[in-house]
């Protein structure tokens, strides 16, 4: 079995900071892509970033420059440093990995956590 699970998320206002994590466990083999989207209410749910096993990043338009994706490879972790953020920003963010299963390693499940609450007052 393996699980995605979220921590981080809470109330902050307009302008302010968080620090969201993402600890898989498991049965994990190996990691490759991981990263994070999020869900506005009444909205379809979005990428935000993602990270490869390799280090490379890509941001959704709207957060580049703000947000900050980053993976600790032994700890089967990553985080999103999220800055300046804004109202519009309000959502659950939800944690997705691209990961292959010891003893299936020729499979690549995706998998996501169950979310985590970020609300931006204004």
């Known amino acids: 079995q393996v699980q995605l699970v979220e921590s981080g998320g809470e109330l902050v206002q307009a302008g302010g900071s968080l620090r969201l994590s993402c600890a898989a466990s498991?049965?994990?083999?190996?990691?490759?892509?991981i990263g994070w989207y999020r869900q506005a209410l009444g909205k379809q749910r979005e990428l935000v970033a993602v990270?490869?096993?390799?280090?490379?990043?890509n941001y959704a338009d709207s957060v580049k420059g703000r947000f900050t994706i980053s993976r600790d490879n032994a700890k089967n972790t990553v985080y999103l440093q999220m800055n300046s953020l804004k109202p519009e920003e309000t959502a659950v963010y939800y944690c997705?990995?691209?990961?292959?299963?010891?003893?299936?390693?020729?499979?690549?499940?995706?998998?996501w956590g169950k979310g985590t609450q970020v609300t931006v007052s204004s």
């Open positions: 498991g049965n994990i083999f190996s990691i490759n892509a």
């Open positions: 997705n990995a691209d990961l292959n299963i010891i003893g299936i390693r020729s499979v690549t499940y995706n998998y």
């Open positions: 990270i490869t096993s390799g280090g490379s990043t």
